[in-house]
Structures are given as C-alpha cells and as structure tokens.
C-alpha cells in the first residue's frame, strides 16, 4: 500500500505532463513538388494551444533543361494559436497564424518565375480523428493574406527582370491532411 502510494506521488507530474504536446506532418505538402513540413504544438489550457511550423522546399525539378525547369522553392516559418471547443488535440479547431515565407517558384504554367518575400496572417479550421492514444489523424484548410516583396523574371535563368515590387494577397494555404504524434 505505501509503495502503491510512492509510486502514484512519483509518477504524478509525469501524468499531468501527458498529451500535452504533438509534432505533425501535413502528407499534402509533399505532394506540393516535396515540401518537407514539421509543426509543433503545446497544449495551454483545455481549449486553447500554441503552434509553431516550418515548411523548407530546396528542390528545382528538370534543372539540367533550362526552357522546362520548374520549382516551388520555399523556407517558412509559422506561429499560431488555437481554439479547440471540445477538448485539446480532439475535435473540431479554429486557429489563427502569423507567417513569413521566402520563395522561388516558376516554370509550371509559364517560363517565368518570382521570388520574393511573404508575411501575413491567416485564418484556418478543421478536424482532428484520434486514431489511439499518441496517433491523430488531422484535416484542415486555411488562407492567408499579407504582403509581397517580389521580383519576376521572364525566364528560369536568364535573369531579365520584367516586373517588382509590393503587393498584397490572399492566398489558399495548408490543405492538411497531417499524421500526428501526441506525447
């Protein structure tokens, strides 16, 4: 009875540690030309958490021929909140994000190509599935908006600059479709 009792006072802190993190990975970035992504997530309270993400994306597709190169080249980084009317790392989600991103893309409907600078803020909602008790599967969808500081080239590697500057812009972002590890 009295290790019963050590025990349980011992194991206690660990217990109120439990699901309160997770680290996912949303499956549709990689499908977006293999965007690697990693978020991170701290539960605060019962309905509120914090999140922080990365997304990085160094590859140029078809770079030996230059007329049919293409790339979504991107480093971005992301922190967050969210609100969970349910309970935590469970259920239905509501967050907002602020956001930077670097980028390099082209080549995919048109020769031309941009790269430039984005920050902004972003709405975004969805679901997470408890698959077990450190798996979630998690849905979700968001938009972003904010600025652009960019440069656009007529060609992949011809250097000829035809438009830049600033711009606004309010973009779909983050179709999730993410496996989730709860600690």
């Not at 991107?74 to 790392?89: D, F, K, V």
């Not at 991103?101 to 430039?116: A, D």
């Not at 909602?125 to 849905?139: A, I, K």
Request: glycine content about 10%; proline content about 3%.
């Amino acid at each position: 009875m009295i290790l019963t009792a050590v025990a349980v006072l011992l194991m206690s802190p660990c217990l109120s540690f439990a699901q309160k993190f997770s680290v996912s990975t949303n499956l549709m970035d990689y499908v977006c030309l293999g965007t690697l992504n990693v978020d991170v997530s701290y539960a605060l309270s019962r309905r509120w958490s914090i999140t922080g993400g990365v997304k990085y994306n160094p590859f140029t597709f078809r770079a030996d021929n230059p007329e049919r190169q293409f790339q979504y080249r991107q480093i971005s980084g992301s922190l967050g909140a969210r609100i969970w009317p349910w309970h935590t790392l469970s259920g239905w989600w509501f967050a907002g994000r602020l956001r930077y991103q670097e980028y390099n893309k082209g080549g995919l409907l048109s020769p031309e190509t941009e790269e430039g600078d984005r920050f902004g803020a972003g709405l975004y909602s969805g679901y997470t599935h408890m698959l077990s008790r450190h798996f979630n599967l998690e849905f979700g969808l968001g938009l972003w908006t904010g600025m652009s500081i960019y440069n656009k080239y007529s060609c992949q590697v011809c250097g000829l600059t035809v438009q830049s500057g600033r711009k606004y812009f309010l973009l779909p972002d983050d179709l999730m479709i993410s496996i989730v590890y709860v600690f």
